[in-house]
């Protein structure tokens, strides 16, 4: 009789530390902070912005986090000058090398780890919805980003400065988008990719930019300017105009950031 007590007596007070022990563990499990989400830039196109997105991603999550806090960053960067041709190729309506080589540079970021891709390009995310059918990645759209942030504003008007390609504001987010006549978006353009993609920052283009924009303002009434192409913002600042202005460069960042450290403390 007092075997079986103490074996019951034994089975009992295992059975309480067991729970105990259990109890700990799941309270250190729970208690500590979600791992940091893994970014994956496609750069390259141009790689002058590629490195604005790699500074303001790494300031951001140091602001965020503190100390010698970093982002998780893989980055694939592509050779510009060839990519250029399939540029040309796409604006012709061939637009299966282009893909191709976006879909590679996603797949790439994949096998490296990457939690989701942003395309460090407004233009380029035309092939984000592409990328995620053929890569099954999560693509953090630029359009969608800056959509968010101009609809916050409460503005209803604003000029799109970018590329040939407009970003699909107005159907989703109700804005009226007003874009350059035909002369300006090809001085627009000219600048983007002989200037500004190559790294030459000059006064006069600078002019002619704020040229185009004072003139929206005044005949067309916007109320604030989407830079709509990640190489605009490293030429022209909030400072430099008089209504606001959205660097889709900087809130791509900022969104990339914020999906990075979803349940982080």
């Known amino acids: 009789m007092r075997t079986r007590f103490n074996q019951l007596f034994i089975f009992i007070v295992a059975l309480i530390i067991s729970i105990v022990s259990a109890s700990v563990v799941y309270a250190k499990t729970s208690d500590q902070p979600k791992e940091m989400k893994t970014i994956g830039i496609i750069g390259g196109v141009s790689w002058v912005s590629s490195i604005e997105y790699y500074r303001m991603m790494n300031e951001m999550v140091q602001q965020k986090l503190g100390g010698l806090h970093s982002a998780k960053i893989l980055m694939y960067s592509i050779e510009f000058g060839a990519f250029?041709?399939?540029?040309?190729?796409?604006?012709?309506g061939d637009w299966r090398p282009l893909r191709k080589t976006m879909i590679d540079a996603a797949q790439r970021l994949k096998r490296g780890?990457?939690?989701?891709?942003?395309?460090?390009?407004?233009t380029m995310n035309s092939t984000a919805?592409?990328?995620e059918k053929k890569v099954k990645i999560p693509v953090l759209h630029i359009a969608d980003t800056t959509g968010e942030k101009v609809k916050?504003?409460?503005?209803?008007?604003?000029a799109l400065l970018g590329t040939s390609y407009t970003m699909g504001l107005e159907k989703k987010y109700g804005l009226k988008v007003v874009i350059p006549n035909k002369a300006e978006r090809d001085y627009i353009n000219a600048v983007i990719f002989d200037e500004l993609c190559?790294?030459?920052?000059y006064k006069k283009s600078k002019d002619g930019y704020l040229k185009i924009i004072n003139r929206l303002i005044k005949e067309e009434g916007v109320q604030g300017v989407v830079l709509g192409c990640t190489e605009i913002p490293l030429l022209i600042k909030q400072e430099d105009v008089s209504i606001p202005v959205f660097d889709t460069?900087?809130?791509h960042a900022e969104a990339a950031v914020d999906y990075a450290l979803v349940g982080i403390k």
């Open 113 to 122: 780890g990457a939690d989701f891709v942003v395309i460090g390009s407004n």
């Open 249 to 251: 460069m900087r809130i």
């Open 84 to 92: 250029s041709e399939q540029e040309r190729l796409a604006d012709k």
């Open 198 to 201: 190559a790294g030459k920052f």
């Open 152 to 158: 916050k504003s409460n503005l209803k008007t604003v």
């Open 129 to 131: 919805d592409l990328i």
